[in-house]
Every structure is written in structure tokens, then in C-alpha cells.
Nanobody
Framework: QVQLVESGGGAVQAGGTLRLSCAVF????????MGWFRQAPGKEREGVAT???????TYLDSVQDRFSISRDVAKNTLYLEMNDLKREDMAMYYC????????????????????WGQGTQVTVSS
């Protein structure tokens, strides 16, 4: 079993920076693929970035040059560094994990990820 706990959300002005963290507890096999998803009010949950155990990453086009996903294995923590934040980035952000790397892409349906955190809110003001 895997438990994920996000932190680091908050309120920033457009152009600002935030770093989200996701602490991983339990069987690391369940996190061969990890990702960040987000959901804004009235919108579907969308994938933002994924990271495979071998370091391969994928990103949503609109965040490609601004966000960076990484993992500190020693600390069992996943990160999402978000730079130059825009109003359209405002959402609840969720950390997710999956044992399989077969669908480790940002555009993969969220149902492929069995493990989820509770979410952390990111608010961007203009």
C-alpha cells in the first residue's frame, strides 16, 4: 500500500514560483511512475507531469518550459517546481503514483493511477 501526502501549495502573484512536495509512504514498488495532476473548478482533472523510476519525464505542453518534476529517493519525496505561474495554473494539485510504467505519461487517464494524495491548492492572482 502507498500513501501520498502533498504540501507546498499557496497563493502567489502571476509570475511567481511555488514548489509542491509529495511525501511517499509505504511500498515503493507502487511508485515506479509518479505524476502531478490538477483540477480547476468545473474542469476535468488533467495531467501536468510524470516521472518514471528511470528518470524519464513528460509534461503538459502549457507547462513544458515552466514546471519541473523531480524526485528525491533518499527523502521519499516527489516535487513539482512551478515557475512563472499563470492564472490558468490555478487549481487543486494532486500527487499520484502507479506501479506500472506502461502508462506513465501526462496525458494518461487518471484512472491508471491507483494511489492519490489529498491535494494542495495553488492560487494565482493577477
Amino acid at each position: 500500500q502507498v500513501q501520498l501526502v502533498e504540501s507546498g501549495g499557496g497563493a502567489v502573484q502571476a509570475g511567481g514560483t511555488l514548489r509542491l512536495s509529495c511525501a511517499v509512504f509505504g511500498n515503493s514498488y507502487g511508485t515506479n511512475c509518479m505524476g502531478w495532476f490538477r483540477q480547476a473548478p468545473g474542469k476535468e482533472r488533467e495531467g501536468v507531469a510524470t516521472l518514471r523510476f528511470d528518470g524519464r519525464t513528460t509534461y503538459l505542453d502549457s507547462v513544458q518550459d515552466r514546471f519541473s518534476i523531480s524526485r528525491d529517493v533518499a527523502k521519499n519525496t516527489l516535487y513539482l517546481e512551478m515557475n512563472d505561474l499563470k492564472r490558468e495554473d490555478m487549481a487543486m494539485y494532486y500527487c499520484a503514483g502507479a506501479p506500472s510504467t506502461a502508462y506513465c505519461y501526462y496525458y494518461t487517464n487518471a484512472t491508471r493511477f491507483p494511489y492519490w494524495g489529498q491535494g494542495t491548492q495553488v492560487t494565482v492572482s493577477s
